[in-house]
């Protein structure tokens, strides 16, 4: 029976590799806990100086504070909630299906242009929303969506990185299998969304957490307004704007802010992390 091959280490190597691992960890991890011991302090801690990392006398008077300050508001705030879950999730779904199915055939079929579109979406990851800005903004006029959920929606489709991403996955996928398939008699769909689509989960789970992070953070206040249909963040930055006094108040908005995002993450990073299966198949 051939031995179990060992790193060629030392036992003080794996400890010193361990430690600097940790050390890279809790500098990445801080930020986040830092901001949760934010909120859990009371106000004499916040302008305590120096400025402590962990509260003293841990409270949750900051996020009361927030529930009384966001009931006070003269649109429901339970609106500004509803408006940023639909056009998430709307916007999210229809950004995997439109870049999943647009990288399918841009993976497994040849046509003239093809690689020149992909090219173009390329490019396109080198532009950030800033500068496409005032493009988009003229195209929405156009298009007559300004002030409308669509004015969000739109541009989340068209991301291209859902595109970029599916289409890296989807070209490792075994053409050997989408052959087999057809040769039993499954039609494209049934191959798109039954084989292609589970095999390529660690991708689409990854653009819908790009996706998510985008449009939950996104105020919007450019192209939206009309105060019943803006955004959760565009009300939250206005409790954040009301001066000192709101403080506590604006550690709590920023936990808040950061929970989506992060509970979509841990929810789904084992399967973010899992490489996709090809069944042992090589083309």
């Given at each position: 029976?051939?031995?179990?091959?060992?790193?060629?280490?030392?036992?003080?190597?794996?400890?010193?590799?361990?430690?600097?691992?940790?050390?890279?960890?809790?500098?990445?991890?801080?930020?986040?806990?830092?901001?949760?011991?934010?909120?859990?302090k009371p106000l004499d801690e916040l302008f305590r100086f120096p400025p402590t990392v962990f509260p003293r006398n841990p409270t949750l008077d900051n996020f009361g504070d927030l529930l009384v300050t966001m009931s006070q508001s003269?649109?429901?705030?339970?609106?500004?909630?509803?408006?940023?879950?639909?056009?998430t999730v709307v916007?999210?779904?229809?950004?995997?299906?439109?870049?999943?199915m647009a990288a399918y055939v841009l993976a497994k079929y040849r046509f003239p242009l093809g690689n020149g579109f992909f090219k173009i979406v390329v490019v396109c990851l080198m532009f950030n929303g800033y500068v496409i800005g005032i493009p988009q903004y003229l195209i929405m006029c156009r298009l007559h969506i300004v002030d409308t959920y669509m004015a969000?929606?739109?541009?989340?489709?068209?991301?291209?990185?859902?595109?970029?991403?599916?289409?890296?996955?989807?070209?490792?996928?075994?053409?050997?299998?989408?052959?087999?398939?057809?040769?039993?008699?499954?039609?494209?769909?049934?191959?798109f969304s039954r084989l292609?689509?589970?095999?390529?989960?660690?991708?689409?789970?990854?653009?819908?957490?790009?996706s998510v992070t985008g449009l939950w953070n996104n105020p919007a206040h450019t192209i939206i307004y009309t105060e019943n249909k803006k955004m959760l963040n565009y009300a939250l930055s206005q409790i954040q704007a009301g001066g000192v006094a709101r403080t506590g108040q604006t550690a709590a908005v920023t936990v808040f802010t950061m929970m989506v995002p992060i509970i979509m993450f841990v929810l789904s990073q084992s399967q973010i992390m899992e490489t996709m299966a090809t069944s042992g198949l090589k083309d």
């Open positions: 029976m051939a031995k179990k091959r060992r790193p060629n280490r030392s036992v003080g190597g794996d400890i010193g590799l361990f430690i600097v691992v940790l050390l890279f960890a809790l500098m990445m991890a801080f930020p986040l806990f830092y901001n949760i011991f934010q909120s859990l003269w649109v429901p705030f339970s609106r500004y909630i509803f408006n940023t879950v639909f056009v916007g999210t779904i229809l950004h995997v299906i439109i870049a999943s969000l929606i739109l541009p989340a489709c068209a991301a291209p990185i859902g595109l970029f991403l599916m289409k890296q996955f989807i070209e490792s996928f075994p053409m050997s299998i989408i052959e087999a398939a057809k040769i039993d008699g499954a039609h494209e769909w049934t191959i292609v689509m589970p095999n390529v989960k660690p991708a689409w789970l990854t653009i819908s957490i790009y």
